[in-house]
């Protein structure tokens, strides 16, 4: 059994210092230039501008960070990754904002694949009488799919955004419904 927890601490401490990262890569191939634009997205890192912006400045980031800055180098691109240590607090809040709407958002996101993809596929599988030990295995995949997307969002919420709880309780309930399908598939198969 999977089954998320809310529990108020963050696996980690907020961070207090920061690195921005600016960054720019030739316009063609835009493989690589969209190959760090993902990473660094699934880093974590918010934009402040194109090809500008900001992570925690952790030793984990920072190992994070290498082949990123790498990939750069091997597409003759060129960076500048500089501390912003301590911002001032107008600043400092306004980087946590960033951070906070970020995993909110990416909260959010899974809440409404939860809602409109979990949900709607064991109700629509429930609906056609399919309760095949393939069709277990394939939703149990997308459930998995979910956990780690939220493992993941959870490891990059460095300031406990908003709709955290809201995700873990569809996950919990997406899984309630995952085990409910599975008896189901469980006593017509066996």
């Not at 030739?26 to 501008?49: C, D, E, F, M, N």
């Not at 990416?106 to 409404?112: F, N, R, S, V």
């Not at 030990?133 to 493992?151: D, L, Q």
């Not at 309780?169 to 598939?185: G, P, S």
Request: glycine content about 4%.
């Amino acid at each position: 059994m999977t089954h998320v927890t809310n529990e108020n601490a963050l696996p980690h401490k907020s961070p207090k210092r920061f690195l921005m990262l600016a960054y720019r890569m030739p316009q063609k191939p835009t493989t690589s230039r969209v190959a760090v634009w993902r990473a660094l997205k699934k880093s974590g890192a918010i934009y402040l501008q194109d090809s500008v912006c900001v992570v925690p400045d952790t030793a984990p980031m920072r190992r994070e960070l290498t082949p990123i800055l790498e990939r750069i180098d091997a597409a003759d691109g060129r960076y500048h990754l500089l501390p912003l240590g301590s911002p001032p607090a107008p600043e400092l809040d306004k980087l946590v904002s960033l951070f906070i709407e970020q995993s909110s958002h990416h909260y959010h996101e899974i809440i409404e694949n939860c809602e409109v993809n979990f949900v709607k596929e064991i109700e629509f599988e429930i609906f056609r009488g399919n309760f095949t030990y393939e069709e277990a295995e394939e939703i149990r995949m997308e459930f998995e799919k979910i956990v780690t997307w939220f493992e993941r969002v959870t490891a990059r919420d460095w300031f406990g955004a908003p709709n955290r709880a809201d995700a873990i309780a569809w996950i919990n309930r997406c899984e309630k419904m995952l085990e409910d399908f599975e008896t189901k598939v469980f006593h017509g198969e066996s």
